[in-house]
C-alpha cells in the first residue's frame, strides 16, 4: 500500500527535530551533508509574526514529471519518489518544479531528496521526521492515489 506524507506548516514549530533525525537516520556524523528537510521563513497573513518552517518532500510527483533522464521514479511497494543517481545529469528540472524547494544536490551535482525514510517503512517502522515530529506537523497516511 502506497504512502503519503503530509506537512501542515501551521503545526510547525521549528524546533528543527525532524531536521535532526533525517541527519541521523542518513548521514555518517563526520559528513558536512544538508539535511533533506528545508528551513523557510513563514509570515502569518497579517506579516506581523515570522517562523522558521522544515517542508520535507511530500513526493508529489513533480520532478519525476519532468526529469528528462527518467532518473526520478515512483517506488511501487511505498509509492516514495526516489532518484537512481546514476541516471541523474543535474539539469536541475526537478529543482524548478518542486513546490516546497526541498530538492539538494549532492557535491558530485547529482539529486538529492528525500526517501521517505523507506528502509525504516520497509521494516514496518514510521519515517525518522514522522517519529519526532511532536506538534504533529510532519504526518503520514495510507492512501490509493497519488496526484
Known amino acids: 500500500m502506497p504512502y503519503r506524507l503530509k506537512f501542515d506548516k501551521e503545526k510547525c514549530v521549528g524546533c528543527y527535530a525532524c531536521h535532526i533525525a533525517c541527519l541521523d537516520a542518513h548521514h555518517d556524523v563526520e559528513e558536512s551533508v544538508p539535511s533533506f528537510r528545508a528551513f523557510q521563513k513563514v509570515a502569518d497573513s497579517s506579516g506581523a509574526f515570522e517562523k522558521t518552517v522544515c517542508p520535507g518532500c511530500i513526493h508529489c510527483g513533480k520532478c519525476e514529471d519532468v526529469c528528462p533522464q527518467n532518473a526520478i521514479y515512483r517506488e511501487k511497494t511505498t509509492g516514495f519518489i526516489l532518484v537512481k543517481q546514476e541516471l541523474c545529469n543535474g539539469c536541475r528540472s526537478c529543482a524548478e518544479v518542486c513546490p516546497l524547494q526541498v530538492i539538494h544536490f549532492s557535491k558530485a551535482g547529482k539529486m538529492e531528496k528525500c526517501d521517505g525514510c523507506i ?6 517502522r514510521e519515517p525518522a521526521c514522522v517519529r ?3 506538534p504533529g506537523a510532519i504526518t503520514w497516511e495510507k492512501t490509493d492515489e497519488w496526484k
Open 119 to 124: 528502509e525504516r517503512v520497509k521494516e514496518g
Open 132 to 134: 519526532t515530529c511532536y
